[in-house]
């Protein structure tokens, strides 16, 4: 089954630097790759996706990077601010024909921006 | 109520006990999920609703029951838990093809 490494598994910043979180996924057939911010005590949050048929999109600050040959797929913040601390969660997934998706996700990366 | 609602909140219960969570959503989705979220561990897919049937089990064990009377309810019944099920329980729907999962608020629970 489907597998995904997420590093690093805490992330510190100072406020206005770049952030990079890293995935690596298993099933070359997934084709769904979504990131979720999880703020602390609250439900995670879809920020930005990408599937499999293009290679970058953006989002204001947000950029998530996916390269299919080598299964791995990257999320860009610039400009950190302190409100982007949170945990990030990266997943990948197949969408079936039956209308869903079976997400699996990485363990988390815990990001703190200082102002 | 907008999104993804789920109830109770927090949840204490003993081993013996059984008790029911409750998802509702009211975006028109068409698929249902439950996840499990532990300290340090990812979010694990329990249980998968799409036009409420039920599409996946992931080796979940027996004394997590999901049922899914329409496609706006989820329920997930518990009885028998250990401690080691203490967890975040977390309910997240979708549009048919969409992609996106969003996610409700979840339920803290805790077996004593």
């Known amino acids: 089954g489907e597998n995904v490494e997420q590093h690093p598994s805490t992330l510190s910043v100072q406020e206005g630097d770049s952030a990079v979180i890293k995935c690596t996924y298993s099933?070359?057939?997934?084709?769904?790759f979504p990131w979720y911010k999880q703020e602390l005590g609250k439900r995670p949050q879809l920020i930005i996706d990408i599937r499999s048929n293009v290679g970058e999109k953006k989002d204001q600050r947000i950029a998530v990077t996916l390269n299919k040959t080598a299964k791995h797929f990257s999320l860009h913040i610039t400009e950190t601010q302190p409100e982007d601390s949170a945990v990030y969660f990266c997943?990948?997934?197949?969408?079936?024909?039956?209308?869903?998706?079976?997400?699996?996700f990485g363990a988390g990366t815990r990001l703190a921006v200082h102002p | 109520e907008t999104g993804v609602t789920q109830t109770p909140r927090h949840l204490v219960m003993g081993m013996t006990n059984k008790k029911s969570l409750k998802c509702e959503q009211h975006l028109g989705h068409n698929a249902m999920y439950w996840y499990k979220q532990s300290a340090k561990k990812p979010l694990e897919l329990m249980f998968v609703?799409?036009?409420?049937?039920?599409?996946e089990n992931n080796s979940v064990p027996s004394r997590f029951s999901p049922e899914c009377p329409n496609s706006s309810h989820l329920f997930l019944h518990l009885h028998t838990l250990q401690p080691e099920d203490s967890a975040l329980y977390l309910c997240?729907?979708?549009?048919?093809?969409?992609?996106?999962?969003?996610f409700g608020p979840g339920t803290r629970l805790t077996v004593t």
């Open positions: 099933d070359s057939a997934s084709n769904y």
């Open positions: 997943a990948a997934s197949m969408e079936f024909s039956g209308g869903y998706n079976k997400l699996i």
């Open positions: 609703y799409s036009l409420e049937e039920r599409v």
């Open positions: 997240a729907s979708s549009q048919f093809q969409g992609g996106e999962q969003y």
